[in-house]
């Protein structure tokens, strides 16, 4: 595998779809120690209201308590555009390491001047618990876990492999899907294409966790495969599609999608962990809308 030996263990997963993000969130269990993460949270926003509620956050810490279960890490897979982070507050309530890749940093720079954030906003990773590097080993109970670096669609995308699953963030959808985009700022179709086939070297059998899934006119949401199957069947990356191939195709097809309806608040909130804008005097909190696009 790549880089690393193969990994022992067979996490139990719950995932908990959310239909209005169209993402997926897991909770990521030893069941021999009971030790858990959980991947990739979703805190609720009614944008037009600007009203935040905790219906899908609330799933997660209720299945975590009835399990009996003990949080030990809140994965970030990447900086989400279509989704706010819920994972401080779910920290609040269970505990456990907020952790994403390490190459945050250049997200944070890169939104820090979109959004004026100034320079009272620490561009350091230092909002996060842990910020992973390619390759970091890591156990959940006694579950191995490796985080590998996965660019393209941001640069600070990463697959954490859990014993026999992978949660691949963004860079893989389901095989009828293909892959996620690569035309936000310091995305790469080029190095999504590579993340990919890295990915797609696990061992066959290896179960895959999608962060997304918009359904199609003949299933509903789905967000488990293997790598066999992409590698049978996924339209962007399968067997004996090459790079500039890839490259084409997903250039093109960027080019006709508009920008994920959350996007402004996603960014602004997730590049800090999930944390929300500090309150004013009067104890509001607002987002800023860079006009003229990003």
Not at 139 to 156: C, F, M
Request: net charge negative.
């Amino acid at each position: 595998m790549d880089n690393t030996r193969e990994l022992v263990g067979k996490p139990d997963v719950k995932a908990f779809p959310d239909s209005e993000t169209n993402t997926i969130s897991y909770v990521v269990a030893d069941p021999e120690t009971g030790a858990a993460a959980i991947v990739d949270s979703v805190l609720d926003i009614d944008y037009a209201a600007g009203r935040l509620s905790y219906r899908s956050a609330d799933a997660v810490i209720a299945f975590v308590e009835e399990r009996g279960l003990t949080v030990e890490w809140l994965i970030e897979t990447h900086v989400h555009a279509d989704h706010l982070s819920a994972a401080p507050y779910i920290q609040a309530r269970v505990g456990g390491k907020i952790g994403i890749g390490d190459r945050i940093i250049v997200v944070q720079d890169t939104f820090g001047k979109v959004f004026n954030e100034g320079t009272e906003f620490a561009r350091d990773g230092s909002q996060f618990d842990r910020l992973f590097q390619d390759g970091d080993r890591y156990r959940i109970g006694n579950i191995e876990a490796v985080a590998l670096s996965t660019p393209g669609h941001t640069p600070a995308c990463m697959t954490h492999v859990i014993g026999d699953a992978a949660f691949v963030g963004d860079t893989l959808f389901m095989p009828d899907a293909g892959t996620a985009r690569a035309d936000f700022p310091g995305g790469d179709a080029h190095a999504l294409y590579r993340s990919a086939r890295r990915i797609l070297e696990l061992p066959a059998e290896t179960r895959l966790f999608m962060c997304h899934d918009y359904g199609t006119a003949t299933r509903g949401m789905a967000w488990e495969t293997t790598v066999a199957e992409e590698r049978a069947r996924n339209i962007h990356v399968c067997d004996g599609i090459g790079e500039q191939e890839f490259v084409d195709r997903r250039t093109a097809r960027d080019a006709t999608l508009s920008m994920p309806r959350l996007i402004l608040p996603s960014l602004q909130v997730n590049m800090k962990a999930g944390r929300l804008p500090e309150p004013d005097s009067a104890g509001k909190r607002f987002l800023k809308v860079p006009l003229d696009g990003l």
